[in-house]
T-cell receptor
């Protein structure tokens, strides 16, 4: 089975901190994604990567950056955390090409205080 | 942009009843349609993926159909159980895009 692992289930950070969310997949997938999920707004794509060191902005990239130095790992960085970034963050991966089956991690509930 | 709608937002049924969950999308150039399950506070679990060349997929008690011409997909869950209680989301992708567009989900409660 595909396994997508996010480094933390719950995080509490202070406003202005730099926050790193880590995601690792074990199935040699080319594509990796970061979403956030908020009540009433659904899942929104922040960034995605279709290859090592490649990244593309999603629908809501402002205030975030990403890093993909190795194929299996995709990191989401909040440069200066703000309270409006309190959310559930979900990482996903898929094999290659366009819109192959996506597999998600367990989610990270981030609270910024 | 692909818009995905799921109606109803919530559904409550007695155990044993068959469930029918609906998903509609605006762009008929859909490449595939994926159904997910999400338990409270957890990530998404992939249930079924239907490629654009397919009309349906089955896995155990689950069956999903795709009708591109009408812009609809339906997830059927046979003989529902309390353990089926969760939120079900559908997501569609276009042939020229890496992105998935998600519906808001249908929250299902199966009463014992």
């Amino acid at each position: 089975d595909v396994k997508v692992t996010q480094s933390s289930r719950y995080l509490v950070k202070r406003t202005g901190e730099k926050v790193f969310l880590e995601c690792v997949q074990d199935m040699d997938h080319e594509n990796m994604f970061w979403y956030r999920q908020d009540p009433g707004l659904g899942l929104r794509l922040i960034y995605f990567s279709y290859d090592v060191k490649m990244k593309e902005k999603g629908d809501i990239p402002e205030g975030y950056s990403v890093s993909r130095e190795k194929k299996e790992r995709f990191s989401l960085i909040l440069e200066s955390a703000s309270t409006n970034q309190t959310s559930m963050y979900l990482c996903a991966s898929s094999l290659d090409g366009l819109n192959t089956e996506a597999f998600f991690g367990q989610g990270t509930r981030l609270t910024v205080v | 942009k692909q818009e995905v709608t799921q109606i109803p937002a919530a559904l409550s049924v007695p155990e044993g009843e068959n469930l029918v969950l609906n998903c509609s999308f605006t762009d008929s150039a859909i490449y595939n349609l994926q159904w997910f399950r999400q338990d409270p506070g957890k990530g998404l679990t992939s249930l079924l993926l239907i490629q654009s060349s397919q009309r349906e997929q089955t896995s155990g008690r689950l069956n999903a159909s795709l009708d591109k011409s009408s812009g609809r997909s339906t997830l059927y869950i046979a003989a529902s159980q309390p353990g089926d209680s969760a939120t079900y989301l559908c997501a569609g992708g276009r042939s020229n895009d890496y992105k998935l567009s998600f519906g808001a989900g249908t929250t299902v409660t199966v009463r014992a």
